[in-house]
């Protein structure tokens, strides 16, 4: 019944190697169309589609380590080995545990991904790591533009409370 599961979690590491793969390989086509129209001698520069490899092979990664730790523990948990081996009831807990550990840090391995292009354009700014810090912490903690409706809302409870 696990194997079901990791089956299909397997299937979309792979799924999720072939699309990124599919989007660099999209990217790098776009690009070679366009040199072109690059003016003669200047020398040809693969940004776009080297970020977007690196950013994709870090969103792979983060959503396959948890798994894999998962999948590790899967296979190497077998009842009749436990009683053979004098050792692998201690490994085992130690798998367990830490995937216990991991598990759990794949919604931090994605935030990581998704602010690393913004850390690295500051970065590219020259600014120190305590800036940088302090740079997110504000924005994650900026109010959101108010919409139409908390504007409507905050004029009616104004007209009936005052």
């Not at 086509?29 to 200047?42: A, H, I, M, N, Q």
């Amino acid at each position: 019944r696990w194997g079901f599961l990791y089956g299909i979690v397997l299937l979309a590491v792979f799924w999720l190697t072939f699309c990124m793969g599919w989007l660099w390989y999209f990217v790098i086509s776009v690009e070679r169309k366009l040199d072109k129209y690059r003016v003669k001698g200047e020398a040809v520069q693969r940004k776009n589609s080297r970020q977007i490899s690196q950013q994709a092979f870090f969103y792979v990664v983060a959503f396959a380590i948890p798994w894999i730790s998962g999948i590790i523990v899967f296979l190497t948990d077998n009842k009749d080995k436990v009683f053979e081996s004098e050792g692998y009831d201690s490994m085992l807990t130690s798998l367990n545990l830490a995937n216990a550990c991991i598990f759990p840090l794949q919604g931090l391995l994605n935030v990581l991904v998704y602010v690393r292009p913004r850390y690295l354009q500051l970065r590219a700014q020259n600014l120190n790591a305590r800036q940088i810090g302090a740079y997110m912490t504000s924005k994650a903690f900026e109010k959101a533009p108010k919409t139409n409706a908390d504007v409507e809302a905050e004029l009616l409870f104004r007209i009936d409370n005052g």
